[in-house]
């Protein structure tokens, strides 16, 4: 079958490589003029996972009404600051597309989970979201990985369950769109925290308790947002918190370690090269919680060390001041 994969970053190409591996033909669409032209001459890809070799079922266009022509199954794996500039060239080509989603964030201008912005520009398009533990490298080199995915009609959730599942690549299906965006969201900011505790030599029942109370924050949060808070217990949530507060591929985990280290943000970011959406996201997650009064102390720490200039071990000393409480709350 063909599928269009808009964006050839490395969760993109990782993807290709694994609908590849079942048998798909995959056509990336990317804006980058010399990672299309060395995708389609050399099968690899300039911007990430050089040494891996493409399979030759996997083609490059900067064109994205080509790219949208190719197939009604789009894949869309743009960073989530960017989707809606995306969506808003595909609405004048083509709608009614199967999309699915790979993005995690919540888009900063707007304070919108990525549903949202999908229903406001394409309506029309049949949405779905991917989520869970899902380091693209390990995905690229054939690791188990095991991801959840969500959407509203369990027919399409079904659909796209059949055509991504295979090798060591399982998928679990969900009606629960909101609980998968707010797990896959929420844990990149609980990452940079667990980077700074591991950089300050603060030990595992610090890095456990971030952990807990910050799985304890997203279902108060997913909740008031209308998630089940069973659906973050399972992979979209514990299991994408896991893997990405305690590995060298999570560059939220990354920027964290260089802040931790010393490094001001802005130098930490430009050192890291790549995205780390959980920086963008924490700026709408602590307008949002206060919006809707939903109390995220660690969130507002964590925003507080990257746009106020709080140290860390001030933040420390402050969160164990706060009133005693129960554990959980909702």
Same mark, same amino acid.
């Given at each position: 079958m063909k599928i269009t994969i808009l964006g050839a970053g490395s969760f993109g190409t990782a993807m290709a490589k694994q609908l590849a591996d079942c048998g798909h033909e995959i056509l990336l669409w990317t804006n980058d003029g010399v990672q299309c032209d060395t995708i +389609?001459?050399?099968?690899? +890809?300039? *911007?990430?996972? @050089?040494?891996?070799?493409?399979?030759?079922?996997?083609?490059?266009?900067?064109?994205?009404?080509?790219?949208? %022509? *190719?197939?009604?199954? &789009?894949?869309?794996?743009?960073?989530? @600051?960017?989707?809606?500039? &995306?969506?808003? @060239?595909? &609405?004048?080509?083509?709608?009614?597309?199967?999309?699915?989603?790979?993005?995690? %964030?919540?888009?900063?201008?707007?304070?919108?989970?990525l549903h949202e912005i999908h229903a406001e520009i394409t309506p029309d398009n049949i949405y779905s979201v991917l989520s869970g533990p899902s380091h693209a490298e390990e995905l690229l080199a054939g690791c188990p990985t095991t991801v959840a995915l969500a959407s509203e009609k369990k027919s399409e959730a079904a659909m796209w369950?059949?055509?991504?599942?295979?090798?060591? *690549?399982?998928?679990?299906?969900?009606?629960?769109?909101?609980?998968?965006? &707010?797990?896959?969201?929420?844990?990149n900011m609980y990452a940079i925290a667990a980077g700074v505790i591991f950089a300050l030599k603060l030990g595992d029942n610090a890095s456990a308790a971030l952990a807990c109370r910050g799985l304890a924050e997203m279902m108060r949060f997913g909740q008031k947002l209308?998630?089940?808070?069973?659906?973050?217990?399972?992979?979209? %949530?514990?299991?994408?918190?896991?893997?990405?507060?305690g590995s060298m591929h999570s560059r939220n985990f990354r920027l964290g370690l260089k802040i931790g280290g010393g490094l001001d943000f802005e130098t930490a970011v430009k050192e890291i090269g790549q995205v780390a959406e959980g920086a963008y996201t924490v700026r709408a997650v602590v307008e949002n919680s206060r919006k809707y009064s939903v109390e995220m102390p660690l969130a507002e720490g964590i925003y507080s060390i990257l746009y106020k200039e709080v140290s860390p071990e001030a933040l420390i000393e402050r969160y164990f001041a706060r009133p005693l409480k129960k554990e959980l709350d909702f």
């Open positions: +389609n001459k050399t099968r690899r +890809n300039s *911007f990430c996972f @050089q040494e891996t070799a493409l399979s030759e079922t996997i083609a490059c266009t900067l064109d994205i009404a080509e790219a949208l %022509g *190719f197939s009604d199954k &789009v894949i869309c794996a743009v960073p989530t @600051q960017a989707v809606r500039s &995306v969506l808003e @060239q595909t &609405v004048s080509v083509k709608t009614g597309f199967h999309m699915l989603s790979l993005a995690k %964030g919540i888009e900063i201008v707007s304070g919108k989970l369950q059949e055509l991504l599942s295979g090798g060591r *690549f399982r998928i679990y299906t969900s009606d629960d769109v909101i609980g998968l965006e &707010v797990g896959g969201a929420l844990k209308g998630a089940k808070p069973i659906t973050l217990a399972g992979l979209a %949530g514990v299991g994408d918190l896991m893997v990405t507060c």
